[in-house]
């Protein structure tokens, strides 16, 4: 051993093995895709509280696997040891959309792609299924379900409401029905005929409905 290779820095000797150009390059253009990700996140988004947070995550989630993947690339060494830290790490925040998981899947692998060189790859699959996602996310079907809440003072009032549901509604289940002195409320599941709503209100002008509210479901939550 020499007295030079006392002083020799093995942290040093990885300053160039990835170049300036390559690491602005691909900065950039995962920027670039990330900030797509996120306003197709934020034009399709379709829940009860959008959170502005989410969609500059996607942006950094996209930049931050791309400069992990470019680490890797440049050093086997370097890649088994990130796999061992990487999996130590785990996340508690609940997901409750099940699109927002394919947002942040889309992140990873447009960074993934990209920090391979792919960049054709990564640039079309991004517009692709951005496109994709913009045509079916925003489809309005009139047979989602809605939940009516309807709170009645007596049977007669109840059975009234329930016809004029049926009536107007393309589909109409009973989910729940809660019975006490003076006061029946009934959750009711509908399927509209169209995307009209007028009959709420009518319904809610009706001989003994003290209240009619309608709110749209997704199976998660209604809002």
Known sequence: MTFSDIFKSSFLENISAVSVLDMVLALLLSFGIGLFIFLIYKKTYSGVMYSSSFGVTLVALTMITTEVILAVTSNVVLSLGMVGALS?????????????????????????????????????GSVFI??????????????????????????????????????????????????????????????????????????????????????SYNGDYMG
Not at 134 to 162: G, W
Request: charged share 25%; with cysteine.
């Open 130 to 215: 951005g496109l994709i996602i913009l045509i079916f996310a925003n489809r309005k079907d009139m047979t989602n379900p809605y939940i009516v809440v309807l709170t009645c003072a007596d049977h007669a009032s109840e059975e009234a409401a329930a016809a004029f549901l049926k009536e107007h509604t393309k589909r109409c289940v009973v989910k729940s029905k809660t019975a006490r002195k003076g006061m029946v409320e009934l959750n009711l599941e509908v399927r509209l005929e169209s995307g009209d709503t007028d009959f709420i209100n009518k319904l809610s002008d009706m001989e003994g409905v003290e209240s009619a509210v309608l709110v």
């Open 88 to 124: 130590i790490v785990r996340f508690r925040t609940a997901i409750k959309e099940p699109l927002d998981i394919a947002f942040l899947f889309w992140s990873i692998v447009a960074g993934i792609v990209l920090a391979a060189g792919m960049i054709p790859l990564a640039v079309f």
